[in-house]
């Protein structure tokens, strides 16, 4: 077994992620697109010369999916002989190129050193919409990939260093706002000429053979430590079942069966017994799946190791064609996030039977609560402003859980209000923890978000959706359930309607708004145990009412009768 310095593994490890990073923050500072330039729902990676990932950057892991997808099957679908240097390619259709859903289009650049493609570095951005029947191309109630939005497979957009506008203009014109879909292409473009370069100068600097090497050296080290964790804990197989809200459109709900068998450093994720395809847009395809089997295992095994292909050698994953999470084609596949955040569920309560008790984390609000508004801005150019709303983290067993936090495969920031009523005609009427949201426990989960969004204008269209109201996040050993999500419609008149699940396309007049409360993280141990000083703190900052204390912590009644 050859030696491996893991110093200078973490070193060369670095010196990869600042490649990253250096393109992921020109994508951030330089595109036009509120998703991008203050969500930050973008990311990047490279890959070596077999398209095997090297390095992500450390922000979106259900982004992985499509970038690693796109190059994967570009490799497969065409010779790469067939490249030529100042070649870059686009692609965002899951069952053709391997993408994560329409709107996540992947811009894919070859690296080429001495005439030869060494490395491909691609970066994905998450576009507001991309056509289709709805605004924000990823409604829960389309039934059909062909409902959302332009579907594209691999294609040259630059052509040995030229730039194919009519391709780039067909594209942007299949969607609802293609002046912002050019921009936001062309800065992506020019991002990955700004990691190529950063590639080449590295090699050059290195040298060309101690880079592939050191590449190489960095699979190995991360396999073998992904081994090691595994190594350490205790053969046998764990299961779990979650579900889901529904299935997209009005139905029954869909359930997802997970067996993780751990045997000697390997583990295998068998998803057997899960439900069929839905008829909705929540079944998730191939790439988004392994995305978030990685994301879960890394984020319960150990954080810390990088993210790259040596991750992948120690897992199998089965999932039955025709399920939930592995559908059969033209499936609707834009809203999987909601699916991939039920797998990661399903890997957290797998694993915490599997960890030291220490080790273990409760479910968080991995469900996706998600808003899109369609209209025109001031200037009478169009909009689409899309969001996904951040609820509770899972607690510990010595720490309470993070409030208002993104976890899972989704890592977005929050659109401050001041842009977002700057650039739309909206107004952030009110956003805040929500009290009564954090899962009671020995340790307490953490609190949800009240996110309220009013128009200022007439005819602005919206769409939302309040997962997580049926299927909140569960405590562990003896922890109560995190809040449930809630969704209501404020009129201008001041009426209020209770919204059962998602609202679709409705027309806003001049004052109404949503109000939407994500759900919260789920607790860790029994309530009781609580230290009746940390319920009392958390009674007076507000995250829980004196309702709420006594229907949970009756100790800290127990103790003021004494």
Excluded: W
């Amino acid at each position: 077994m050859c030696q491996i310095n893991a110093i200078d593994m973490e070193v060369f490890n670095n010196r990869l992620l600042s490649i990253t990073d250096e393109v992921m923050n020109t994508l951030i500072r330089s595109s036009f697109s509120t998703n991008i330039k203050e969500r930050k729902d973008a990311s990047v990676a490279i890959f070596d010369r077999d398209g095997r990932l090297i390095c992500q950057a450390l922000y979106i892991p259900m982004l992985l999916s499509g970038v690693m997808g796109g190059v994967e099957t570009l490799l497969k679908s065409r010779n790469i002989e067939s490249f030529r240097e100042g070649d870059v390619f686009i692609c965002n259709d899951v069952y053709l190129a391997g993408g994560s859903h329409s709107n996540d289009i992947a811009i894919i650049t070859p690296v080429f050193i001495d005439g030869r493609i060494e490395y491909f570095i691609g970066n994905i951005g998450h576009h507001s919409d991309v056509g289709g029947v709805v605004p924000g191309s990823t409604d829960h109630i389309l039934t059909s990939v062909f409902a959302e939005g332009i579907r594209i497979p691999h294609m040259r957009i630059v052509r040995e260093g030229v730039l194919d506008e009519d391709l780039l203009a067909m594209i942007a014109h299949n969607t609802r706002d293609p002046m912002e879909r050019i921009l936001d292409l062309k800065v992506q473009i020019a991002a990955n000429s700004q990691g190529a370069r950063s590639l080449r100068r590295l090699s050059r600097e290195y040298g060309l053979s101690r880079v592939q090497k050191s590449m190489a050296d960095l699979l190995t080290y991360t396999e073998r430590r992904m081994r090691r964790r595994l190594e350490e804990l205790p053969d046998g197989v764990y299961r779990s079942e979650v579900y889901t809200d529904d299935e997209g459109v009005p139905g029954p709900r869909k359930k997802i069966c997970l067996s993780v068998r751990i045997q000697e450093g390997d583990v295998r994720l068998d998803f057997t017994g899960t439900d069929r395809q839905a008829r909705g847009s929540i079944n998730m395809g191939r790439y988004p799946l392994l995305a978030a089997v990685f994301c879960g295992i890394n984020m319960m095994v150990d954080p810390s190791i990088p993210s790259n292909f040596g991750m992948f050698r120690p897992v199998r994953i089965e999932a039955p064609a025709g399920t939930i999470v592995n559908p059969e084609f033209p499936a609707a596949v834009g809203n999987r996030e909601y699916t991939a955040q039920r797998v990661v569920r399903a890997i957290t309560l797998a694993f915490a039977q599997a960890l030291p008790r220490e080790r273990a984390v409760a479910p968080s609000a991995d469900i996706n609560t998600g808003m899109a508004f369609y209209g025109k801005r001031r200037s009478g150019e169009p909009f689409v402003y899309v969001e996904a709303v951040a609820g509770g983290v899972g607690a510990t067993l010595h720490k309470d859980g993070m409030h208002g936090t993104q976890v899972g495969i989704t890592n977005t920031s929050n659109t401050p209000a001041e842009p977002l009523e700057i650039e739309f005609p909206l107004i952030v009427r009110e956003y805040a923890l929500a009290t009564d949201t954090a899962g009671p426990g020995r340790t307490q989960g953490g609190a949800a978000i009240i996110r309220d969004i009013g128009s200022l204008v007439d005819g602005v269209s919206v769409s939302t959706k309040a997962d997580g109201k049926k299927s909140p996040a569960p405590g562990i050993f003896g922890g109560g359930e995190g809040g449930r999500a809630s969704l209501e419609y404020h009129r201008a008149d001041g009426a209020v309607e209770e919204i059962e699940m998602f609202v679709v396309d409705r027309i806003m007049a001049k004052g109404d708004a949503v109000r939407l409360i994500s759900p919260g993280g789920g607790g860790f141990g029994n309530p009781a145990e609580r230290d009746c000083v940390e319920v009392a703190r958390s009674l007076r900052d507000g995250f829980i009412s004196s309702e709420f204390t006594a229907q949970h912590y009756p100790q800290v009644a127990a103790k003021s009768d004494q």
